[in-house]
Each structure stands twice: as structure tokens, then as C-alpha cells.
């Protein structure tokens, strides 16, 4: 079974937003052992979304389009499917009911443009939107093809496609391949440190397939088996990420849809240890992380972000003459922060960060990227300096990670 996805808006072609409908559902499609073997992208344009799906019924079992399910007069996918299968759009009442009772819910009267929403294709099978107003589509042409369509928002496009759209393709069109993926999360190793341990791994033939993922701060590796038989493929999976794991020990943080954040949280509550964070350099993006996790109030009852001298002194009780003497960004006054958190809050860590996220503020001595790091106990204090690469952001973000994973590497020891 050959799938293809298709995505429609302007928006994603002139780069406005992010194509990750197309990730995800390539994701789930190998999950079933489909295929996708193209990945396409139109604009808001009849005639070539025309083409686009024509050219996809053509060459293609499985053809999924996200985008273009709106009332705006943009809004161009329901007419070309239409156009290109010669159906009749035909209101559907049930939809324009739960259109209607969308909008009651949030008292806000119905634009008359909603009711093109409510059109559908005649023979199609229409999907309950639960977020939003846009209905899904199933058009069944031919034995052996299938047109989907999807809104283009994700949070209501993955309910349908978890709730409707698996489960019809597992039980018409999934093919008789198994297709298996693992995603190893490395942090702390640049891509050609990662690439020299595993360098062999990478050239695997199939069925197995391992490819190498920078993202900032941290280095993935995604391994893929593709076999007729799923006990050899979990087999192969399973011997490829031991090796793996062999390699890379420490350096390891996670798997698949793991975060550093969320394994951070699951061993500070395993270990029934507290932790406070003082930032400086990161605003607050550390807090930010670990309290993306629910239950964190558990472990993380204080963040205090002091970015200037006078407030590292007043709300963190780091010495003037400490500040002077070593400067605020320095080993010294990050050991300070970390310490001196850990007893504001009385937990079991503080972690204290300072450093030069730039792009201004630096010197020859002290240059953008600079940042050191403390993880203060009772018994003992951790302390790194980083030198980091990148704008502003990219600099925040490789020093959030290296703290958390600071943290990870203490708390598994």
C-alpha cells in the first residue's frame, strides 16, 4: 500500500507556520506498515490543488490531505476533491448541527460562512470534529483507494486520525509490512562525537535503517526496521538499541516521545528528592520545563529568576564582595545561587545558572555562550562552565538542557 499526504496552505509555503500534520501522520501510517511515498505541499489555489489530487488518486492508495476544511473564502479543499471525483456536495444536517451547537456553547451567533463546512461530498463519510467546526473526510474510491481529509489545526486533526482514521485503514488498507521505529535522545555529545561511537551502526543495511538528529542541545537517533514479520522486527529493534545503549551509557536521557524535562521529574520523584532553581542567563526557562510536568509542585516548590546584581544580593544573599571579586557570571556566584536557594526553599538541591546569552554584555574574557552551572547538596556541589554556540535563544536553550541533564546524571548515580 502506497500513501500520500498532501498539505494545503499558503501560509505553510511562505513558511509561516510549521508543517508537522505531515510528521505525524507519516508516523502513524508506518505504525500500520503503509508506505508514504510522497509528501506534497499547495497552496490555496484550485487549480493545483487540483493537480495535487489527481496526481495523488493516480499514484497512490492512501491519500490524506490536511488543510483547506474553513469557511474562509481560502478555504478551497472541499471544492477540489469535488471537482476532481465529479461528486455533488450535498449538505450534511447532522455536521450543521453540531456546527451550530459548536458556536451556542460559546454564545457567539453562527457566521452563515460556517454552513459551506456543513457540504459534503456525496458517498463521503464525514468525521465529528470535537474541538472545532471543520468535519474530517472519508471518500472511498475504487477497492483499493481511499481520499481522507483532515482539518489543518493538529489539536483537531489528531483526535480524528487516533479516534477514526486508524482504525478504518487497519482494517482496509493496512499493508503486510511491519514497519517499527525507536527514537534515542542523547544529550551533552556534539553530532560528530555521537557519529564516532556509532558510526558503524549508521551504515546498517536493511531492513534495519539508523539515522543520525541534531536538534539544539541535544543528538537523536532514529532506528527503523521494516519486515514482514514483527517478532523479527522487535527482535532487530530491540539488539540495535542495546548496542546503541552500549555506546552512548551516559549520554542517554530518553527514548521516543521522552523529554528531558519529564525524565528529570520522574527521577527527582522516584528518588523522593525537592529541588530549587535561581536563574539568571535562562529567564526562567528551566522553572518553565520542569513545571511543564504535572504533580511537579511535589518536587519543585521554588524558581527565582534575578537577573540583575543588585537583586542577586537582595533576594538571593550572594555577597557584594563575591560579585565584585569573581563577577555574576562565574563559578563562584553559581555555586552561591545554588546554595543559597536550596536553603531559601529547604530542599534536598539547588541548582544555580549564570552566564552571557548575548548577543551584548560580553567581553574577551567572558565572551557570548559563556555560562556556568552548580548543583548544590548538603554534601557536596557540582559545578560546570559550558561554552555554548547559537543567537540568544539557541544559547538559553543549550543551557537549560545541560542543567537539567546535570541534574538526570546526579539523581541515576
Same mark, same amino acid.
Not at 178 to 188: A, E, M, N
Not at 210 to 232: C, M, Q
Not at 379 to 392: A, L, P, Q, T
Given at each position: 500500500?502506497?500513501?500520500?499526504?498532501?498539505?494545503?496552505?499558503?501560509?505553510?509555503?511562505?513558511?509561516?507556520?510549521?508543517?508537522?500534520?505531515?510528521?505525524?501522520?507519516?508516523?502513524?501510517?508506518?505504525?500500520?506498515?503503509?508506505?508514504?511515498?510522497?509528501?506534497?505541499?499547495?497552496?490555496?489555489?484550485?487549480?493545483?490543488?487540483?493537480?495535487?489530487?489527481?496526481?495523488?488518486?493516480?499514484?497512490?492508495?492512501?491519500?490524506?490531505?490536511?488543510?483547506?476544511?474553513?469557511?474562509?473564502?481560502?478555504?478551497?479543499?472541499?471544492?477540489?476533491?469535488?471537482?476532481?471525483?465529479?461528486?455533488?456536495?450535498?449538505?450534511?444536517?447532522?455536521?450543521?448541527?453540531?456546527?451550530?451547537?459548536?458556536?451556542?456553547? *460559546?454564545?457567539?451567533?453562527?457566521?452563515?460562512?460556517?454552513?459551506? $463546512?456543513? !457540504?459534503?461530498?456525496?458517498? %463521503? #463519510? =464525514? @468525521?465529528?470534529?470535537?474541538?472545532?467546526?471543520?468535519?474530517?473526510?472519508?471518500?472511498?474510491?475504487?477497492?483499493?483507494?481511499?481520499?481522507?481529509?483532515?482539518?489543518?489545526?493538529?489539536?483537531?486533526?489528531?483526535?480524528?486520525?487516533?479516534?477514526?482514521?486508524?482504525?478504518?485503514?487497519?482494517?482496509?488498507?493496512?499493508?503486510?509490512?511491519?514497519?517499527?521505529?525507536?527514537?534515542?535522545?542523547?544529550?551533552?555529545?556534539?553530532?560528530?562525537?555521537?557519529?564516532?561511537?556509532?558510526?558503524?551502526?549508521?551504515?546498517?543495511?536493511?531492513?534495519?535503517?539508523?539515522?543520525?538528529?541534531?536538534?539544539?542541545?541535544?543528538?537523536?537517533?532514529?532506528?527503523?526496521?521494516?519486515?514482514?514479520?514483527?517478532?523479527?522486527?522487535?527482535?532487530?529493534?530491540?539488539?540495535?538499541?542495546?548496542?546503541?545503549?552500549? *555506546?552512548?551509557?551516559?549520554?542517554?536521557?530518553?527514548?521516543?516521545? $521522552?523529554? !528531558?524535562?519529564?525524565?528529570? %521529574? #520522574? =527521577? @527527582?520523584?522516584?528518588?523522593?528528592?525537592?529541588?530549587?532553581?535561581?536563574?539568571?542567563?535562562?529567564?526562567?526557562?528551566?522553572?518553565?520545563?520542569?513545571?511543564?510536568?504535572?504533580?511537579?509542585?511535589?518536587?519543585?516548590?521554588?524558581?527565582?529568576?534575578?537577573?540583575?546584581?543588585?537583586?542577586?544580593?537582595?533576594?538571593?544573599?550572594?555577597?557584594?564582595?563575591?560579585?565584585?571579586?569573581?563577577?555574576?557570571?562565574?563559578?563562584?556566584?553559581?555555586?552561591?545561587?545554588?546554595?543559597?536557594?536550596?536553603?531559601?526553599?529547604?530542599?534536598?538541591?539547588?541548582?544555580?545558572?549564570?552566564?552571557?546569552?548575548?548577543?551584548?554584555?560580553?567581553?574577551?574574557?567572558?565572551?557570548?555562550?559563556?555560562?556556568?552551572?552548580?548543583?548544590?547538596?548538603?554534601?557536596?556541589?557540582?559545578?560546570?562552565?559550558?561554552?555554548?554556540?547559537?543567537?540568544?535563544?539557541?544559547?538559553?536553550?543549550?543551557?537549560?538542557?545541560?542543567?537539567?541533564?546535570?541534574?538526570?546524571?546526579?539523581?541515576?548515580?
Amino acid at each position: 500500500m502506497k500513501a500520500e499526504i498532501i498539505c494545503v496552505g499558503t501560509e505553510i509555503l511562505l513558511g509561516k507556520i510549521v508543517n508537522t500534520n505531515a510528521q505525524y501522520l507519516s508516523q502513524k501510517l508506518a505504525q500500520l506498515g503503509i508506505d508514504v511515498h510522497y509528501h506534497s505541499t499547495v497552496g490555496d489555489n484550485t487549480e493545483r490543488l487540483y493537480l495535487a489530487i489527481k496526481r495523488g488518486l493516480h499514484r497512490s492508495n492512501v491519500i490524506i490531505i490536511t488543510g483547506g476544511l474553513g469557511p474562509t473564502v481560502d478555504d478551497l479543499t472541499l471544492e477540489g476533491i469535488a471537482q476532481v471525483l465529479q461528486k455533488k456536495l450535498i449538505l450534511n444536517r447532522n455536521i450543521l448541527k453540531d456546527i451550530k451547537d459548536h458556536f451556542h456553547k *460559546r454564545h457567539i451567533p453562527m457566521p452563515k460562512e460556517n454552513v459551506r $463546512q456543513a !457540504l459534503v461530498p456525496e458517498g %463521503a #463519510k =464525514a @468525521l465529528k470534529n470535537e474541538v472545532g467546526t471543520a468535519p474530517g473526510l472519508i471518500i472511498r474510491w475504487h477497492e483499493k483507494k481511499v481520499l481522507i481529509a483532515l482539518p489543518g489545526v493538529p489539536a483537531e486533526m489528531k483526535p480524528m486520525v487516533e479516534r477514526d482514521v486508524l482504525p478504518y485503514l487497519k482494517k482496509n488498507f493496512s499493508g503486510d509490512w511491519v514497519i517499527l521505529s525507536r527514537k534515542i535522545k542523547t544529550c551533552g555529545l556534539a553530532e560528530s562525537q555521537v557519529n564516532q561511537k556509532v558510526k558503524d551502526i549508521l551504515k546498517s543495511k536493511p531492513p534495519l535503517s539508523v539515522g543520525i538528529y541534531v536538534h539544539t542541545g541535544s543528538v537523536d537517533l532514529d532506528i527503523t526496521v521494516r519486515s514482514t514479520n514483527k517478532a523479527i522486527a522487535e527482535k532487530l529493534l530491540n539488539n540495535t538499541e542495546r548496542k546503541i545503549n552500549s *555506546r552512548l551509557k551516559k549520554y542517554i536521557y530518553g527514548k521516543d516521545s $521522552q523529554t !528531558l524535562e519529564s525524565v528529570v %521529574a #520522574k =527521577a @527527582l520523584t522516584k528518588a523522593k528528592r525537592t529541588i530549587a532553581v535561581a536563574e539568571s542567563c535562562t529567564g526562567g526557562l528551566i522553572s518553565k520545563r520542569l513545571t511543564n510536568i504535572s504533580g511537579s509542585s511535589k518536587y519543585f516548590p521554588l524558581g527565582v529568576v534575578t537577573y540583575s546584581n543588585k537583586q542577586k544580593r537582595n533576594l538571593l544573599g550572594i555577597p557584594k564582595e563575591a560579585l565584585d571579586n569573581f563577577g555574576a557570571v562565574s563559578k563562584e556566584v553559581a555555586t552561591l545561587m545554588a546554595q543559597n536557594i536550596s536553603q531559601m526553599a529547604k530542599t534536598d538541591m539547588g541548582l544555580g545558572i549564570t552566564g552571557i546569552a548575548g548577543p551584548t554584555g560580553a567581553s574577551k574574557e567572558k565572551p557570548v555562550g559563556l555560562v556556568h552551572i552548580a548543583l548544590a547538596t548538603p554534601r557536596k556541589v557540582i559545578s560546570e562552565e559550558f561554552h555554548f554556540h547559537g543567537d540568544r535563544k539557541a544559547v538559553r536553550l543549550r543551557a537549560s538542557q545541560a542543567a537539567l541533564d546535570m541534574v538526570r546524571r546526579y539523581l541515576i548515580k
